[in-house]
């Protein structure tokens, strides 16, 4: 039984209840006649409501007025009235008579010219005004009029009551609905426009309705007529996930925060998260859910991107960490294969396997250099480097990783020009683009190096972003597939590839451009569609110094200078300290050793030891080379010192500014420490006079 029909029950019992005390109120015909009233239409119109009533109540005009809460009503329905009337009417209700029907509990006749004024419309005979209420307080009145010299009889007044409180009811009901309408407009309209993929799927995985962000997400090219796929089966990723989205779907009033997958018309794969209400019929069966969509792939994006540099931090630090200890290593060998030469005779049967020992240890020296450089983002162009050999030594080693259909032209120019830089970083970004290139030659084709010295113009230089003057030019050219410009205009992008997800990750040429970039050098490329690439690289020439003045081979053992001064000797590392005490002791120094910062201020702290010189290492426990310096000058002020370490080489700046004279590197090489002892001894103390 619906609401009116509970109201109208209630008013028909009262009517019964007076019938039974002897004052006879309306008939069961009369009481099935007004039923019929609002059986009509969903809901009856309000002029049809007045037009039926008349045939139950004699009047010779009517109108219904309501308007919002607390505001001013106006005509909704009226029959036999004028529109002056009608004005008159609404004029006297929202001023002098509002109190008459606004809190009246019952029916209030008003009296006509013969009987009381106040309305000044009522006319002849009497009026009746009949407030109509709502839940919440009164939405208006129930306004007739009778005929002249008549009155309304209780009959009358019972069945104006019935009905003002049927189209009270009706006249709230309506306007609840049409603000819902309104709202549920604006909401669709609003999700419409909204750049927030929205849709109502039903629970057998049809979507019902979508938004123009929804159809973007999944790729679909065309307009509203396109048939819209199940999502089940047609959009959901993979779609072995339906069956448990529709389990959902059907039994649950919200999900919230659910992470998925979608896959787009072109196959891609969005990840997305979904957020949803049920919706219900009268009954209450979930017939759907209202979906809102959230494309996270940015998000996943970055939070991969973080885990991607946390690993990588942590292989460097690991990286540095075993590139410093094997420096340790590396130290010892060389300083002990130093010891033995210095001890033979340049006819000596053993003196060129000592001396192919050291010449390997300085390669592993400065193998363990580069994985410190790399591992601290660091480049290290402080030696001179031949292009051409850099690329030789490149197509030597990934020769093999090329299909014997690809063709490799390699013309080295013969008088080229030396650079400064660094070998291992060089090597890395020639390979990146020769391996770029055997990717866009999956059917094989031809790969062309050359080289050449080049002098660049302001023109040609602003192509590469360098200064005017001489560089070298390394040309790699590739027959492949070629790029077209929006995808040149991104190839040096970090994680920008068109390999997909199995075959590249982005990086290649971001780090080639890197390296390029470190030795103040420049990169261009040109390319177009089925027509191949070139890429040319530019690293200025190295300018000549008197630094470049010829340096003796390794274990080569000219005159070594000699001494007799007490040298301090701290490093944390026992194999080091045992080998720096014999390589000093045998040139005819006094060496003491001390394994940490703290044991060589207390040495140093002893009045009656000497000491000229200290060697200290840069990182130790407790106090690290700096501290130990700082706090030994309080006690020596005029104590000269150097610094080593197997972490790279310090900034010169730097080094001064911390008292120190000079940096020797591990592993030492013996004619190079001594060197520069003797010079550090004969020079004056930093910040004192000669």
């Known amino acids: 039984m619906v609401m009116a029909d509970l109201i109208l029950a209630e008013q028909v019992t009262r009517m019964r209840r007076d019938e039974a005390a002897g004052d006879r109120v309306i008939s069961a015909s009369e009481l099935h006649w007004l039923n019929t009233i609002f059986s009509e239409g969903n809901p009856p119109s309000l002029s049809r409501v007045l037009q039926k009533m008349n045939a139950l109540v004699e009047f010779t005009s009517a109108a219904l007025l309501a308007g919002p809460d607390g505001e001013m009503v106006t005509c909704q329905a009226s029959v036999g009235l004028s529109l002056r009337e009608v004005r008159e009417w609404e004029e006297w209700l929202n001023g002098s008579g509002r109190d008459m029907w606004e809190t009246a509990e019952k029916p209030r006749p008003l009296l006509g010219e013969d009987g009381v004024s106040g309305s000044g419309t009522a006319g002849r005979g009497t009026s009746l005004l009949v407030p109509l209420r709502g839940r919440n307080g009164t939405l208006g009145v129930l306004l007739l009029n009778g005929a002249p010299k008549a009155s309304f009889s209780r009959r009358d007044l019972h069945i104006a009551t019935l009905l003002a409180a049927q189209i009270g009811l009706r006249i709230e009901n309506r306007r609840i609905e049409d603000r819902e309408g309104s709202h549920s407009s604006r909401i669709e309209d609003l999700l419409g426009r909204a750049n927030i993929p929205y849709f109502v799927l039903a629970a057998d995985g049809a979507l019902l309705r979508v938004n123009r962000a929804f159809r973007v997400l999944i790729g679909l090219s065309g307009g509203n007529e396109t048939v819209l796929p199940n999502f089940y089966t047609g959009v959901l990723h993979p779609a072995e996930e339906g069956p448990r989205l529709r389990h959902l779907i059907e039994h649950s009033d919200l999900i919230d925060q659910m992470e998925l997958q979608v896959r787009r018309a072109d196959g891609a794969v969005v990840p997305v998260v979904l957020g949803s209400q049920a919706v219900r019929n009268p009954e209450g069966r979930i017939l759907g859910h209202e979906v809102i969509l959230t494309d996270v792939t940015s998000k996943k994006l970055a939070a991969e991107q973080i885990v991607r540099n946390q690993a990588m931090a942590s292989v460097g630090q690991m990286t540095y960490n075993i590139a410093h200890d094997f420096n340790n290593l590396i130290t010892g060998i060389m300083g002990c294969a130093s010891m033995m030469l210095s001890r033979l005779e340049p006819d000596h049967p053993l003196t060129e396997d000592l001396q192919a020992v050291v010449s390997a ?223 000093l002791e045998k040139f005819g120094y006094r060496v003491l050793t001390a394994g940490d910062g703290e044991e060589a201020v207390r040495l140093a702290g002893d009045p009656d030891e000497r000491i000229d010189l200290m060697i200290v290492d840069k990182v130790m426990p407790r106090l690290d080379g700096v501290e130990t310096l700082k706090q030994i000058r309080e006690i020596r002020p005029a104590v000269k010192a150097l610094l080593t370490s197997g972490y790279g080489l310090p900034d010169p700046d730097a080094l001064g500014r911390d008292g120190f004279l000079g940096f020797l590197p591990k592993p030492f090489m013996l004619d190079q420490m001594l060197q520069l002892i003797r010079t550090s001894l004969d020079g004056p103390v930093p910040g004192m006079r000669a």
């Open 361 to 583: 240890s300085v390669k592993a020296s400065d193998l363990a250099g580069h994985l410190l450089a790399y591992s601290r983002g660091e480049c290290r162009p402080t030696k001179t480097a031949s292009v051409n050999d850099i690329v030789g030594e490149t197509l030597r080693v990934i020769r093999n990783l090329f299909d014997e259909r690809v063709e490799i032209r390699w013309t080295p120019f013969a008088g080229l020009s030396e650079i400064r830089g660094d070998a291992t970083r060089i090597q890395q970004a020639v390979m990146n683009v020769c391996l770029n290139a055997r990717d866009a030659m999956p059917g094989g084709g031809r790969l062309t190096l050359e080289s050449e010295n080049a002098v660049l113009d302001a023109d040609s230089s602003a192509r590469f972003g360098v200064d005017p003057g001489e560089y070298v030019l390394l040309r790699i050219t590739d027959t492949g597939c070629g790029m077209d410009s929006e995808t040149l205009k991104r190839i040096f992008e970090p994680y920008f590839t068109t390999k997909g997800d199995k075959n590249g990750n982005g990086l290649g040429l971001a780090i080639t451009l890197e390296a390029v970039r470190m030795h103040r050098g420049g990169i261009a490329a040109s390319s177009r569609k089925g027509g191949g690439t070139t890429f040319e690289l530019v690293f200025p020439v190295r300018k000549k110094s008197p630094e470049d003045t010829a340096a003796p081979a390794p274990g080569s053992n000219p005159a070594l200078p000699r001494g007799q001064e007490t040298v301090l000797f701290v490093d944390d590392e026992e194999v080091i300290r045992r080998m720096g005490k014999r390589m």
